[in-house]
């Protein structure tokens, strides 16, 4: 058959854009599964190949909830899209779907190195706990024990109690979410050469990327050995509401002067409590505090007085609640499962203001037996031109601050592209100073943030001011100049600037302009702020993590760099879709989306079983 296998589910504006795509999943459970669905989503046929008791995940509750003979939903949701087939790698059927697949995503049960030797034109992703290579490869490993040895665990949690794990597998499906970007640029890479790659991502490194808060680097610049970090709860965080749980964030001092005012307290600007360092020290007295102003109001009061002071807030939900998010609904982003059984999150992008579709319902085990047709591959483009990074040549104009919005540019620099940061000399990126008060004594303190210069590798920098008519016009001649344009501010700065995407198509027509607003570009709270707890709060990740007798917990995090990592992969599908039609489009990826995906087993439980997890 020809080289197209786009789902006719598409919207015909949007198109498919990994319709050119076969992808043979081998791996088993969340995160391989998780990897393999992000291309199902975007139109690649996904071939999952099963043993002969199929993957364990379809006799999985997390509620323990009785399944008879159906499949366990979060299953049904992650294989939404795919075909099945039984056998394993070595099998004649699947060797004949391995010569003619672009990609091969595995989770540590194959030789990889023998598959490669067979087929030298596949791209390979392998997704396990440790990596494939180092001392712990083959060590076991569940998600706690990878929460531990990356560090995150020990830290996290009140000082006066146990440490506690980030709650809902985090780590399995961030392990799956960080190889998915790699695994795409290397595929078009092969499909251009004729020459394969293995790419290799672990559960382990995409935890201490999202949730160690670059402990590590910031201790290297303070020039000592890393202590064992204390255990540290954000205050304000989450609190008691007359009818739930609110949650908080004051990432920079502005956002504390505002929520001290928020809780009617402003004396407590001048007497050092915009401080996180004397808000730590004093927590229970500062917490009473709160909880006396939050506690005699509902949690929709305490939302719209911060709404107006700007104080970044969410309410801390579970599965039942986040289903009636007003944001959410206006969006329409629950949908119904492909097979109409329960409830499910809608894909975490749009392309040109399209979702991408539902797809078929999840296969049953070995439905595509003997079923799925040969394939013929093209002819590389340019053979024997390997050797460079897969997005070398790439131009990227990254106009982001805090985390989130770099984190996607940093995974696109890492991969090869040329990417130019830019900021603002009246207003820098309020990353430099995450770290680096304490180094305020030392000359240029503000290069010596550890999540700044973490998160900002492999770019080059440079200022301009968006509120002048000159700087403008450089911004102007970079949008012609780039590729993709990426931003991360409430949905009307840029055009407040100037710099919409209507200017960005008229001045670039082939330019892919990503927007990764908090909440979306349109809704009733598409102009909020938002920040990773506020998301952490909104999406049920804090309500799985914590203690039962005590308020839920923020993992403190990984929203944002996972949420780096999503928009990633929608750039690169959005520019493998550029490549066959010429032409640029509006990339939207909602932050609360992203996180949204990730913490899809709750829903998916809930409307399925009933059961609620806590």
């Known amino acids: 058959m020809g080289d197209t296998t786009v789902d006719a589910t598409w919207p015909s504006r949007a198109g498919a854009p990994l319709?050119?795509?076969?992808?043979?999943?081998?791996?088993?459970?969340?995160?391989?599964?998780?990897?393999?669905k992000l291309f199902a989503d975007a139109g690649a046929e996904v071939i999952k190949v099963e043993p002969e008791g199929g993957d364990p995940l379809r006799r999985w509750s997390a509620t323990g909830a009785e399944l008879?003979?159906?499949?366990?939903?979060?299953?049904?949701?992650?294989?939404?899209?795919?075909r099945s087939v039984v056998g394993a790698v070595g099998d004649p059927q699947v060797e004949r779907l391995l010569a003619s697949a672009d990609l091969f995503v595995d989770g540590g049960e194959v030789d990889v190195e023998a598959v490669r030797a067979r087929h030298p034109h596949l791209v390979v992703l392998t997704v396990t706990p440790f990596g494939r290579t180092g001392p712990y490869a083959s060590r076991p490993a569940t998600e706690f024990t990878v929460q531990a040895e990356c560090g995150s665990l020990a830290a996290r949690g009140a000082p006066e109690r146990p440490p506690v794990q980030a709650g809902g597998r985090i780590a399995e499906w961030a392990g799956g979410l960080y190889g998915a970007p790699a695994a795409l640029a290397a595929v078009e890479q092969a499909r251009r050469t004729g020459e394969g790659s293995v790419v290799d991502a672990s559960w382990i490194e995409a935890m201490t990327l999202s949730t160690n808060l670059f402990a590590d680097p910031m201790f290297s610049i303070m020039g000592m050995v890393p202590p064992m970090v204390p255990r540290n709860v954000e205050t304000p965080s989450i609190h008691p509401t007359a009818d739930g749980w609110v949650g908080f964030n004051t990432n920079g001092p502005n956002h504390a002067e505002a929520f001290l005012r928020l809780i009617e307290r402003p004396e407590l600007i001048d007497q050092g409590f915009v401080n996180a360092a004397q808000r730590m020290a004093d927590r229970a007295t500062f917490e009473s505090w709160v909880e006396a102003w939050t506690s005699v109001r509902t949690t929709a009061e305490v939302l719209d007085a911060a709404a107006a002071l700007r104080v970044p807030a969410a309410r801390v939900n579970d599965a039942r609640t986040i289903l009636d998010e007003e944001q959410l609904v206006a969006r329409g982003f629950f949908r119904p499962s492909a097979d109409g059984d329960f409830r499910a999150p809608s894909p975490h992008y749009l392309l040109d203001g399209e979702r991408p579709p539902t797809g078929r319902p999840a296969p049953r085990l070995g439905a595509d037996d003997g079923a799925v047709a040969d394939r013929e591959r093209p002819a590389p483009s340019a053979p024997g031109a390997s050797g460079r990074l897969p997005l070398e040549g790439l131009k990227v104009l990254d106009v982001t601050f805090w985390w989130a919005g770099p984190s996607n540019t940093q995974l696109l620099g890492a991969l090869g592209a040329d990417v130019v940061h830019v900021e603002s000399i009246a207003h820098p990126d309020p990353m430099r100073y995450a770290a680096a008060v304490m180094f305020l004594d030392r000359e240029r303190w503000w290069e010596l943030s550890s999540f700044y210069l973490t998160i900002n590798t492999d770019k080059r920098g440079i200022t301009l001011d968006l509120g002048d008519d000159e700087g403008v016009a450089l911004a102007k001649r970079l949008i012609e100049w780039a590729d993709v344009v990426v931003e991360n501010y409430t949905p009307r700065v840029m055009p407040k600037f100037g710099l919409g995407w209507d200017v960005v198509h008229a001045l670039n027509p082939r330019a892919i302009m990503v927007r990764m607003p908090a909440f979306g570009l349109d809704g009733p709270w598409a102009e909020r702020l938002g920040f990773a707890q506020n998301m952490e709060q909104m999406s049920g990740m804090a309500t799985v993590t914590g203690h039962p007798d005590a308020e839920p917990l923020v993992p403190r995090g990984p929203c944002d760099p996972l949420g780096g990592a999503h928009a990633a992969f929608a750039t690169l599908a959005a520019l493998a879709r550029r490549e066959r039609t010429g032409e640029g489009l509006l990339v939207e990826v909602p932050l609360i989306e992203g996180a949204l995906n990730l913490t899809a087993e709750q829903v998916v439980e809930f409307t399925s079983t009933g059961g609620l997890l806590g």
């Open 19 to 36: 319709g050119h795509l076969r992808v043979v999943e081998g791996a088993l459970g969340i995160a391989g599964g998780y990897a393999g």
């Open 68 to 82: 008879g003979d159906t499949d366990g939903a979060l299953f049904r949701h992650l294989a939404a899209g795919k």
